[in-house]
């Protein structure tokens, strides 16, 4: 089984200054990974997700995650913040290649608060 | 193209009740998924139908069902209510089964039981 760890509960950043939340992932297969974000009041909308091939995704929003298989980690990025990118975030994994299908397994969110 | 929608947007139920809750897909979308939010449990899963049978399935009791019906709406049941169900439903449809496709989620029902 697949499980998902995101470091930070919570993370302050001042506006136009980077950030990066962390992801670490375990599984004994090859998995997709994904990250989304919820805007209060709303669903989830993908920010990006790594299938295979290039480790560096590029996702929408400026944001962009690294895939590293050897520290199992998948943390996203963004050079520089915006007040509206405040939002909860949360990284997912998938295991097709068993038999999972679609079912996704969600780390516990990153609150990403950009102050001004 | 219309997102996904799900019906109805919050609800208010009691101990004991059963509710339905309703999701339709993204024309086109034959996989729907269905998760529930909690502030102690996070984001989990709960089953994914693919035309129309039931594919996967998490680890809720059996008072969690659901099903998917030929247009590939569908429609998860709870039934006999309790105060921890109380939660943020949330539907997301893809088109295929495989995890490649992206998947669109819709804004979520949200239950409340008394």
Not at chain 1, 9 to 22: D, G, K, N, Y
Not at chain 1, 80 to 108: M, Q, R, W
Not at chain 2, 72 to 90: F, I
């Amino acid at each position: 089984a697949q499980s998902v760890t995101q470091l930070d509960s919570q993370v302050p950043v001042f506006e136009e200054a980077p950030v990066e939340l962390r992801c670490n992932y375990s599984s004994s297969v090859s998995v997709y990974l994904f990250w989304y974000v919820q805007y209060p009041n709303q669903g989830l909308q993908l920010l990006l997700k790594y299938l295979s091939g290039s480790t560096l995704v590029k996702g929408i929003n400026g944001f962009e995650a690294e895939f590293n298989k050897s520290q199992t980690s998948f943390h996203l990025r963004k050079p520089s913040v915006h007040i509206s990118d405040t939002a909860e975030y949360f990284c997912a994994v998938s295991d097709p290649f068993t038999g999972g299908g679609n079912k996704l397994t969600f780390g516990t969110g990153t609150q990403l608060k950009v102050e001004l | 193209k219309a997102g996904v929608t799900q019906t109805p947007r919050y609800l208010i139920k009691t101990r004991g009740q059963q509710v339905t809750l309703s999701c339709s897909p993204i024309s086109g979308h034959r996989s729907v998924s269905w998760y529930q939010q909690t502030p102690g449990q996070g984001l989990q899963f709960l089953f994914e139908y693919f035309s129309e049978t039931q594919r996967n399935k998490g680890n809720f009791p059996g008072r969690f069902s659901g099903r998917q019906f030929s247009n590939s709406r569908s429609e998860m049941n709870v039934s006999t209510l309790e105060l921890g169900d109380s939660a943020l439903y949330l539907c997301a449809s893809s088109l295929v089964q495989d995890g490649t496709d992206t998947q669109y989620f819709g804004p979520g029902t949200r239950l409340t039981v008394l």
